[in-house]
């Protein structure tokens, strides 16, 4: 499927995800330290370099509409699916609920 990722025009690391015209939810990213570095390494030998990569890790928190968390993910696709889920869980599980019918004409 695809899904178009709009950006927040106030929050930088927030992207909108929307499929079918309907806005699904967002994603916030959120950068890291890796916890696996050895630092003593690094401070012995000032030669060494190290990649923004290499220190650094990405994650995306996925928040599905009406503000359900759905979790951190490694990547933006996996985000996506969650909030996907999310809300197809919430659909197949609504209860009580009104239905309403409006013209063709109207939207």
Same mark, same amino acid.
């Given at each position: 499927?695809?899904?178009?990722?709009?950006?927040?025009? +106030?929050?930088?690391?927030?992207? +909108?995800?929307? =499929?079918?015209?309907?806005?699904?939810?967002?994603?916030?990213? *959120?950068?890291?330290? =890796?916890?696996?570095?050895?630092?003593?390494? @690094?401070?012995?030998?000032?030669?060494? =370099?190290?990649?923004?990569?290499? =220190?650094?890790?990405? %994650? +995306?928190?996925?928040?599905? @509409?009406?503000? *359900?968390?759905?979790? !951190? +993910?490694?990547?933006? *696709?996996?985000?996506?699916?969650?909030?996907? %889920?999310? !809300?197809?869980?919430?659909?197949?599980?609504?209860?009580? @609920?009104?239905?309403?019918?409006?013209?063709?004409?109207?939207?």
């Amino acid at each position: 499927m695809n899904y178009k990722l709009k950006k927040d025009d +106030y929050l930088s690391s927030k992207k +909108y995800v929307w =499929r079918g015209g309907v806005c699904l939810g967002h994603i916030f990213s *959120e950068v890291k330290d =890796r916890q696996n570095i050895d630092w003593q390494k @690094y401070r012995e030998d000032k030669t060494l =370099r190290m990649t923004v990569s290499d =220190r650094l890790i990405v %994650k +995306y928190n996925a928040i599905s @509409y009406p503000n *359900e968390s759905c979790g !951190q +993910y490694d990547s933006i *696709e996996a985000a996506i699916i969650a909030i996907e %889920k999310k !809300q197809q869980n919430m659909f197949d599980n609504l209860e009580d @609920y009104d239905i309403i019918t409006t013209g063709n004409n109207d939207v």
